[in-house]
């Protein structure tokens, strides 16, 4: 690894980010009609390498059907509104209004209303109904205290989702989350995140996870750069953990973890590249955001924006693109990225003469910045 002098006391690891890299064509090409993105984690098949970021302004019960009809997986935050809140409409709606000035504050009363298990156990239950795989998820610190509601409830995936999310929490408080022991203990798989280092996701790996999501503070609401001065370039962070991946196979005699990028996704180009770099799916957020079934109303926040002590995101405008079928399928309506999202994957797959995901993560990238 080459290292870079930052001062004569302090060397750092050049890191790139989406827009650091570019994928290469290759001698063969195909018809995108004959590419196949589908993934499958565990006993779970999707036809589009696409998971919903567990985040109000994202997914709802309802859009969560609506993306799990259109073949992704949608995953529903345990801890927001809709656990919280009975009708959670009316706040949505409220936030989606509010005065920049007024918005942090007013988030934070509006989410120190208490969790309640019956509306966990309720809104698993409304999923269930919808005919989709169904996930949901907790941070660390409401796992040991919500999980059993959850798994009872029936869930399929169960999602540990923080900033970032350690095998090796220690804290001098309270017995941290013993994720090796939770996992091995648990009737249902976990996917687990976020992690940005090679070592932080084969830690994560050992614990029994079946996905480890990659990323740390890279979103389009997160400020944790500017307020914590932590950031890991996606591109190099997703390399990593892919190589964590495949040392972790050969370590398990064969045990498979997928890697899930999450966070910094924007564009369709930045999911071809995620795919590029080792990811087997991306986890988005504010792309999701834009669908006009989005709850958030054209804006987009997730938990960093409301935390009650130390603020590390805000509610961005993102705008309404279309529906959710338009971005991801299109037709598209501008040469942004923002919509087609599959089928610009299809065609950089079909471009460079891949048929499917995993034969994809071996295309040729070269470093590129604009």
Known sequence: MTEIEIGRGKRGRRAYSFDDIAIVPSRRTR???DVSVGWQIDAYHFDIPVIGAPMDSVTSPDSAAALGALGGLPVLDLEGLWTRYEDPEPLLAEIA??????????????????????????RIKELRRAGITVA???????????????VEAGVDLFVIRGTTVSAEHVSSRAEPLNLKRFIYELDVPV???GAATY???????????AGVLVGFGGGAAHTTRRALGIHAPTASAIADVAAARRDYLDE????????IADGGIGT???LVKAIACGADAAMLGATLARASEAPGGGYHWGHEAHHQLLPRGERVRVGVRGSLKEILFGPGRSADGSTNLIGALRRAMATTGYSDLKEFQRVEVVVSPY
Request: glycine content about 8%; cysteine-free; hydrophobic content about 35%.
């Open 191 to 193: 996917i687990v995140g």
């Open 97 to 122: 209004a509010l005065d920049p000035e007024h918005v942090t504050p007013r988030m934070q009363q509006i989410y120190a209303e208490e969790i309640k298990p019956e509306l966990i156990a309720d």
């Open 31 to 33: 018809d995108p009609e």
């Open 268 to 270: 369709s180009g930045d």
């Open 252 to 259: 398990s005699g064969g045990r498979y973890v997928h890697v």
């Open 199 to 209: 070592t932080a996701a084969l830690h994560l790996m050992r614990t029994g996870a």
């Open 136 to 150: 949901g998820a907790l941070t660390p610190q409401r796992t040991q205290q919500h999980w059993r509601t959850v």
